[in-house]
């Protein structure tokens, strides 16, 4: 079983900074994919990216690229968020989740962090 808790959310501004943090326990995940999601209110979950356990992959989405980095501490099994130049439209729930090395599906959940951007 992996277990994640994320934090680091808030209420900023926009154009500022956040940083998300998501730490991991369980099992060993080096064969884990660890992503990131939000999930606006009224909309559909949206995948935001996501980084091999090694660190040597990422992947982001068109809404973020430029302006979110993914990395990776493995010492301290945690994945962060970094997101620049924050937008009204970042508003969202954000939830880091990491995947089954059996199926390659997103099978373990965070709680999730609130992330408020203000215009």
């Known amino acids: 079983q992996v277990k994640l808790e994320e934090s680091g959310g808030g209420l900023v501004q926009a154009g500022d900074s956040l940083r998300l943090s998501c730490a991991a326990s369980?099992?060993?995940?080096?064969?884990?994919?660890m992503g990131w999601f939000r999930q606006a209110p009224g909309k559909e979950r949206e995948f935001v990216g996501h980084?091999?356990?090694?660190?040597?992959?990422?992947y982001y989405s068109d809404s973020v690229k430029g302006r979110f980095t993914i990395s990776m501490d493995n010492a301290k099994n945690t994945v962060y968020l970094q997101m620049n130049s924050l937008k009204p439209e970042d508003t969202a729930i954000y939830y880091c989740?990491?995947?089954?090395?059996?199926?390659?599906?997103?099978?373990?959940w965070g709680q999730g962090t609130q992330v408020t951007v203000s215009s």
């Open positions: 369980g099992r060993t995940l080096s064969r884990y994919v």
């Open positions: 989740a990491a995947t089954s090395p059996a199926t390659g599906k997103y099978e373990y």
């Open positions: 980084i091999s356990w090694s660190g040597s992959n990422t």
